[in-house]
């Protein structure tokens, strides 16, 4: 006997707004998921994340959603709600679960990427934000971050292309020790085969990148996924709508140290501010 649908709360973001919209039409039509996600090409399992707003569509996938559900448009009127209103946790953990999966991980960032903190900078990072997060344990959060790093050692771990601004050098992060530990930890890690680290210097910034950090995530069907996080904020982009990023994160790569340049500047950092 097939399960009840499982009762979804519309009110609780756009994200959920839209799952309820998809769920209550394809009932309406008595379809099953594996039905519904037949007929936009796309799995079961797909449709489910859909309903239950746990990894909402992109814009190819709404436009298919709403012809083929008839909704004349609904779904589409919410994807700019979907990109702009979702809570900061629940893009980062539609970003997570992502990367997870990502055959090649590609990033830019102002402060050391959580796949390349030690424990040290971890603790103080997570600190320092915890007033925005304090409904969760903190040491729950640090080990969290710091077991996403498993993916790094798997048999076939992802390619991890990371660009850091030439100031997470100099920020002190957790004390001087936890800078030590924190560089060296740099220079070591991209002595491995999978992991690229250049710094992009003071003199050849990129203002377009200054708002937060980016990552692009190229997925095992050569798919890609933008993520741009703020302060508070975070925005999950797919298809054409992560192209921008892709022409981005090339120029700054374009402007950036090489790899050598690079560790040989992290290591003068190293020994002459924090030895």
Known sequence: MARPPKELDPTLSPAHLLGKKVQAARLARKWSQETLGGKVFCSAARIAQVELATDPPNRELCERL????????????????????????????VFLRRQAKAVKIHEFSQVVPGLLQTPGYARAMLTSGYLFNSDRDLESMIQDRLDRQDILRRDQPPWLWAIL????????????????????????????????????????????????????LTMPGGEQVAYMEGLRGGSLLEGDDAIPYTVLYDRLHGNALSHDESAGLIRRVLEEKYE
């Open 66 to 93: 709403d012809e083929i559900l008839e909704l004349e448009g609904q779904l589409l009127e919410l994807l700019p709600l979907l990109k702009h209103s979702s809570t900061f946790a629940s893009w980062a953990e």
């Open 165 to 216: 601004d030439e100031s997470v050098l100099h920020h002190v992060v957790g004390g001087r020790e936890a800078m030590r530990e924190q560089l060296q930890h740099l220079l070591n890690i991209g002595l491995s085969e999978r992991v690229h680290i250049q710094i992009l210097p003071f003199d050849a910034t990129v203002p377009a990148a200054l708002a937060g950090s980016l990552s692009l």
